[in-house]
């Protein structure tokens, strides 16, 4: 005798300029839900990446299927310069957490809510499903489902590599998010040296749009 099929979907890195995007799903029964809060698992932002490590090795031991969808840089900077408003980040992950729900195919799905509205958010997956699912989307969802807490580890731990991955090619840049001096200053020599971004920054936001800006006027200045 199974119990529910639980999924829970979470995301890492929709803020940063650099890297990926990163949407976990798992998939647990739910006779073996006290197995995956046994873990200890939580939010991964209050984890250090050593325990993240970790847990994500157990999460994946435990749980019955996952999927792991990265966003590159270039579809985040396609969807943002030319969706329509509502349609933006928003919609994409909504589609991507949908396309998860549609592999998993679990009797619930949890998922850390990305609009300001999480019904709203709840009705752009509905709408992306074949089946009816029930969704419960919920801001903060990692905080109160371990369910979405090993979805997040999952995503965290990816994304992480990824960057480790960048860095091991391009140098230390830093965090990859816009507040992070160290960041700024890599764009800064980087657009010095080639006069564009390279591929795994995300052109489209605005800090990256600016520095580019003050540089091309430096340039006229200098010409002038």
Known sequence: MH???????????????????VIAGVLIDEERLPNLIRLGVRDSKTLSPRRREYLAGEILKIVEDYRVVKVPPSEIDRVVEHGRRLNRLNRLEARIMASIIRDLKPDI????????LPERF??????????????VSEHKADRTYP????????????RDREIESLKQIYGDFGSGYAADPKTISFLKRWIEEH??????????????????????????????
């Open 195 to 224: 006069g564009s971004y390279p591929d795994f920054v995300r052109k489209s936001w605005k800090t990256v749009k600016i520095l580019l800006r003050d540089r091309e006027r430096l340039r006229q200045k200098r010409l002038q």
């Open 3 to 21: 119990g529910l099929r639980l999924c829970g979907i979470d995301d890492a890195g929709r803020g940063p300029v650099i890297g990926p995007l």
């Open 122 to 135: 709840r009705q752009h997956i509905a709408e992306e499903l074949p089946f009816t699912v029930k969704i």
């Open 147 to 158: 369910i979405v807490s090993a979805a997040s580890i999952v995503a965290k731990v990816e």
């Open 109 to 116: 799905a949890y998922v850390d809510a990305s609009d300001i």
